[in-house]
């Protein structure tokens, strides 16, 4: 692998593939030969540092890697993810042809079809308001608390599909920070209120306490029997829910072969369903499972997620460059780019292969974003003329769900389609100069004002458009990224579906919690953290 690595270095330098501008000037097919579609869905990486020659070395690279054998495996519900021993297989949970998928022998369809189908009961009580509070009222309020993987994918989903949202409102409480949750109480009726505590593990420390706090709120309010007509919960830990005192009729479980970050088509998708029925839910899974269905069977060159795969790895590993930018220009997929930091980074950000070995090259690149056109007029300065290259990655609909506000799409547009052009051509020197002087700055001024106005441009950026953000589109374009991360992780040959990294601070800050409520003293801590904690405690009231 690191020997095909160094070849396409190579041939990225001998055939000047990260000159994107000249191979634009050179073909004026270049469009039509570096992009392709999946119905409404176009996906063009032509501004990508790619040619023939690189993307030839990217498939030998998939080939070594065996990235078609890992898809084949993940799918067929081998124990892929190895240092936890589980099957991935999130894919079941929107097959939408119900064909057989098998772990240890048994064919999981049916639990998921029957879980599938009891929270489609449940979602369609609340909506109706034939499910009524302790006090008989209907509820008018439905409150996720869950964190990580258990809150990020209902987050984003229901803001980007806000135009389908008929059901009750929605609120989510993830942080341990009491703020979250008073300022989400503050905006409640106990009595029209029901909470869902989303917790695969259900042993998470800011789930359990925000759980807590929520529970109070109801027994203070309409007193510890209205508890249970107040609550539900989605986990694989049913014992665990049991416990907490919610009754199994509310609960919805899930399988120890859904991650965290890949759950959002599981119960943990609860809320999404609330809001927008189950119709559109099942609208939303079939999404994911065109892409699942494509991604098995489309050939490389037509496969979008293995290309986007490809051409990350590429951007990242062979030409270096540390982060990718995710630009979606639809104000309702705001949190996309916070849903795919989970997605992304902590399933790639790893430093051991699958052979218990170090990584021989650079893995997972720093995931980030904001939508446009807000980024524009914030970060983007740095993507244009900043030191380092950052891959841009955009989004765009077609037609926005606004009719009457069609010239507010057609800005929005131009401003996507101008920011990737703009980041490829750049503009040089005798530009920059020719634009001052024609303006009738005299020569030196030029001179010494036109470097600062120079774009190198060759800014690699990909785009996707599609025709209207759907859940059918939704579901669609959060899968492409799931296989993404898949496709980059079989390339690292890493696991991307553990989470170690997150333990460590876990741990730490259990052993510190007894020295921040003062009961143990601070010694065998280092003096930041020590010191840290005194200030603390000296000014806490
Ligand atoms: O759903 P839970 O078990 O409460 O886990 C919530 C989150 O916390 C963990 O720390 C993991 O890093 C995440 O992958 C997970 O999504």
Redesign the pocket.
């Known amino acids: 692998m690191k020997a095909l690595v160094e070849s396409l270095k190579a041939s990225a330098r001998e055939t000047d593939a990260t000159d994107i501008r000249a191979a634009f000037a050179a073909d004026p097919n270049r469009f039509s030969r570096f992009s392709t579609r999946l119905d409404d869905l176009l996906f063009d990486y032509s501004k990508c540092a790619v040619n023939d020659r690189v993307l030839e070395g990217l498939e030998a690279l998939a080939k070594a890697a065996g990235v078609e054998e890992k898809r084949d495996a993940m799918f067929r519900g081998d124990i892929i993810n190895i240092t936890e021993e589980r099957a991935v297989l999130h894919t079941a949970l929107r097959n939408r042809g119900n064909r057989p998928v098998l772990v240890g022998g048994k064919d999981v369809m049916p639990d998921v079809n029957a879980v599938l189908e009891a929270m489609g009961g449940f979602a369609e009580d609340v909506r109706s308001g034939s499910l009524k509070g302790a006090t008989g009222r209907e509820i008018t309020d439905v409150v996720n608390i869950?964190?990580?993987?258990?809150d990020l994918g209902p987050v984003m989903a229901t803001l980007a599909l806000a135009p389908f949202h008929d059901g009750p409102r929605l609120h989510f409480v993830s942080n341990v920070d009491g703020a979250h949750i008073a300022d989400t109480l503050k905006l409640l009726d106990p009595e029209t209120s029901l909470f869902i505590v989303?917790?695969?593990?259900?042993?998470?420390i800011e789930?359990m306490t925000n759980a807590a706090t929520a529970r109070a709120f109801i027994a203070d309010k309409l007193g510890e029997a209205a508890v249970g007509n107040h609550f539900a919960a989605v986990s694989t830990a049913l014992d665990k829910v049991s416990a907490f005192g919610i009754d199994a009729s509310r609960v919805f479980g899930f399988w120890d072969w859904v991650?965290?970050?890949y759950s959002i088509w599981s119960a943990i998708g609860l809320p999404l369903m609330i809001a927008i029925g189950k119709k559109d839910f099942g609208r939303f899974l079939d999404g994911g499972h065109a892409i699942d269905e494509h991604f098995r069977g489309a050939p490389v060159r037509e496969n979008i997620p293995m290309l986007l795969g490809l051409i990350g790895f590429y951007h990242r590993t062979v030409l270096g460059y540390p982060s990718r930018a995710i630009l979606p220009y639809d104000q309702r997929l705001s949190r996309f780019p916070a849903y795919l930091q989970?997605l992304d980074m902590?399933s790639n950000g790893k430093a051991v292969t699958l052979d218990s070995t170090p990584v021989e090259f650079a893995t997972g690149p720093v995931v980030w974003g904001e939508p446009g056109t807000n980024g524009q007029h914030a970060f983007y300065q740095l993507i244009h003329q900043g030191t380092d290259i950052i891959p841009a990655e955009f989004m765009i609909a077609a037609n926005g769900h606004e009719k009457t506000l069609r010239h507010q799409h057609e800005l929005l547009i131009a401003n996507c389609l101008a920011q990737s052009e703009a980041l490829m051509k750049g503009r040089t020197l005798a530009e920059a100069k020719a634009q001052l002087t024609a303006k009738g700055m005299d020569e030196a001024k030029a001179n010494r004002i036109a470097p600062h106005r120079v774009f190198t441009g060759n800014r690699p950026s990909l785009t996707f458009v599609y025709d209207q953000l759907d859940p059918f589109a939704l579901g669609r374009l959060i899968a492409l990224y799931e296989h993404r991360v898949f496709v980059e992780g079989a390339l690292f040959n890493i696991n991307s579906f553990d989470?170690w990294g997150?333990e460590l601070g876990?741990e730490l800050a259990t052993g510190l919690l007894p020295v921040v409520e003062g009961k143990e003293s601070a010694e065998g801590h280092d003096s930041s953290t020590a010191g840290l904690v005194a200030a603390i405690l000296q000014a806490a009231r």
Do not use: P
């Open positions: 869950g964190i990580g993987g258990s989303a917790s695969k593990t259900f042993t998470t789930t991650g965290g970050r989970q902590e989470q997150v876990k």
